[in-house]
């Protein structure tokens, strides 16, 4: 079935440090990627959704300067967390749609970030 | 509008019995109701899903039963097992825009 891969499951950075996350989809061409924050014991936050070849659109309240998202290819999506800090430690969540709005989303296996 | 609640937020079930989780909607455009299970570190994987022109689909020991009138859709997990102890989240989506809303999530364990 369709996989979404995401890159890297568990990343440790310094603060004022950037991280780049990777969503590929391996059997499928996703036009559309979303990226979600989870905090523990708390339900998927949706920071934006990127569709490729475009800028993506964020969600209220995520600072698009911080979490730069790129969708340059129709398998690969990057979110890019610039100057990091302690409070950017989250579990980040990608998923992946195919071609059509009926196409299921698929997620990836999230990135646990800790800021130190 | 957007939301979609979810309970209970905790649950504990003796190995063989019934799990029952219950989601309620407001908004009328949805047209899809998925539920994904997440177990500890990993992303959520889609379980079972339904649309609104069915009352009840049921896959394997899971089912989902929809009430559209009362905008309220339910999970039962019947003979549950320790194995499915994880973090089980509803969502909804109108599928011509595809943005996912989420439950607030259900912890599920299984008692052997």
Same mark, same amino acid.
Request: with cysteine; charged share 15%; glycine share 8%.
């Given at each position: 079935?369709?996989?979404?891969?995401?890159?890297?499951?568990?990343?440790?950075?310094?603060?004022?440090?950037?991280?780049?996350?990777?969503?590929?989809?391996?059997?499928?061409?996703?036009?559309?990627?979303?990226?979600?924050?989870?905090?523990?014991?708390?339900?998927?936050?949706?920071?934006?959704?990127?569709?490729?070849?475009?800028?993506?659109?964020?969600?209220?309240?995520?600072?698009?300067?911080?979490?730069?998202?790129?969708?340059?290819?129709?398998?690969?999506?990057?979110?890019?967390?610039?100057?990091?800090?302690?409070?950017?430690?989250?579990?980040?969540?990608?998923?992946?749609?195919?071609?059509?709005?009926?196409?299921?989303?698929?997620?990836?296996?999230?990135?646990?970030?800790?800021?130190? | 509008?957007?939301?979609?609640?979810?309970?209970?937020? +905790?649950?504990?079930?003796?190995?063989?019995?019934?799990?029952?989780?219950?989601?309620?909607?407001?908004?009328?455009?949805?047209?899809?109701?998925?539920?994904?299970?997440?177990?500890?570190?990993?992303?959520?994987?889609?379980?079972?899903?339904?649309?609104?022109?069915?009352?009840?689909?049921?896959?394997?020991?899971?089912?989902?039963?929809?009430?559209?009138?009362?905008?309220?859709?339910?999970?039962?997990?019947?003979? +549950?097992?320790?194995?499915?102890?994880?973090?089980?989240?509803?969502?909804?989506?109108?599928?011509?825009?595809?943005?996912?809303?989420?439950?607030?999530?259900?912890?599920?364990?299984?008692?052997?």
């Amino acid at each position: 079935g369709a996989v979404v891969s995401q890159h890297p499951s568990r990343v440790i950075c310094k603060s004022g440090t950037s991280v780049k996350i990777e969503c590929r989809s391996l059997d499928f061409q996703a036009t559309t990627m979303f990226w979600y924050r989870q905090f523990p014991k708390q339900s998927l936050m949706l920071m934006a959704t990127s569709n490729e070849g475009s800028k993506a659109t964020y969600e209220q309240g995520v600072e698009k300067d911080k979490f730069l998202i790129n969708h340059a290819s129709l398998t690969l999506s990057t979110l890019t967390v610039t100057s990091a800090h302690p409070e950017d430690s989250s579990f980040y969540i990608c998923s992946a749609r195919g071609g059509t709005v009926n196409s299921p989303l698929h997620f990836g296996n999230g990135t646990r970030l800790t800021v130190t | 509008q957007q939301q979609v609640k979810q309970s209970p937020q +905790s649950l504990i079930v003796q190995k063989g019995g019934i799990s029952i989780i219950n989601c309620a909607y407001e908004n009328t455009a949805f047209d899809y109701f998925p539920w994904y299970q997440q177990f500890p570190g990993k992303g959520p994987a889609l379980l079972i899903a339904i649309r609104p022109d069915v009352s009840e689909k049921k896959e394997g020991r899971f089912t989902i039963s929809f009430n559209k009138s009362a905008k309220q859709f339910s999970l039962h997990i019947m003979d +549950s097992q320790p194995g499915d102890s994880a973090t089980y989240f509803c969502a909804a989506v109108q599928t011509s825009g595809s943005r996912l809303t989420f439950g607030e999530g259900t912890q599920l364990t299984v008692n052997p």
